[in-house]
């Protein structure tokens, strides 16, 4: 099997979790169960997905000095990231993330204090360049600066890789970068926002999906959740299913996706199957507590995607 080479553009946070029975209310105080730090941000979420999943992952991103740094800086060496572009900077602080997570329903609600990650310069992604001009997949989000995002877009399709925009957290883009884009890869909710069609079901997520491929993007994969990932490009569409699991916490499971996606899909693995290792991949994620610690190694995807492929 061909060993997947991917570049990662994109943030990292510290999380702060706390686990709540319940989210208060404006001005109601509540007893929480747990308080944890962790490794977050939509680019390393996704960059640890892809490393767990089996692909060799370069990350740019740009971090403080302070104390949240080494966080990033463990779960890089830990995961076994080559954090040779991540940029130290003492004029930011280290990005973070404070994070309510019910203990009910799984769900969460999210507060970024987006910090160094705002600062993340097309000069430092440059600097990358011959790491994206040697892999197979550059993978990158919304949660730095759009400068980065661009340069990230415009060299990996001058390189003629694979390029896979993760429009998260939602921010308006320039029309021209849809041009750039091989794999677009927002939710529901970023879809409407990208396209004014409020997407429920696979019809809607068509009508959707035919409005970015109008803008020029080649294919196009919706996320929506436990109904699966809905994809459509010129030829085909079609929906994939979730893997059925109970959801202890969903915070990065759209960011597991994304980097089991382009790990399977650089190794050569057909569109479908890819989304369905992601799928399992995600399943696995909600089942545990935090982002970047819940995602799943080969071995755990494997073995869900080997049992229904």
Known sequence: MKKAKIVVIGSFNAD????????PVGGETIMGRSLNFGAGGKGTNQAVSAAKNGADVVMVSKIGTDVLSDIARKTYTESGIDSSYVVETSEYPTGSAVIEVSEESGENKIIVIPGANNYLTADDV????????????????????????EAALKLSSEYGKITVLNPAPYSAIPEKWFKLVDYFIPN???????????VSDEYSAKEAAKVLMGKGV?????????????????EESFVVPST???????TGAGDCFCGAFCTALAEGKPVK????????????????????SSMPTREETDSIFNSIK
Do not use: H, W
């Not at 702060?16 to 989210?23: D, G, N, Q, R």
């Not at 529901?188 to 409020?198: D, H, I, N």
């Open 273 to 292: 199957d890819s989304i369905l290792f992601a799928n399992c991949a995600a399943g696995i994620s909600v089942t545990r507590m935090g982002a970047s």
């Open 218 to 234: 080649k294919n196009v994969i919706i996320t929506m959740g436990k109904k699966g990932a809905f994809f459509c490009n010129a």
């Open 244 to 250: 059925s699991s109970k959801a202890v916490d969903t």
């Open 16 to 23: 702060i979790t706390a686990l709540t029975p319940k989210f």
């Open 126 to 149: 440059r600097k990358a360049s011959e790491k994206i001009s040697q892999c197979d997949v550059v993978l990158t989000q919304l949660e730095t600066s759009l400068e980065s995002v």
């Open 188 to 198: 529901e909710t970023e879809t409407e926002y990208f396209t004014g069609v409020k």
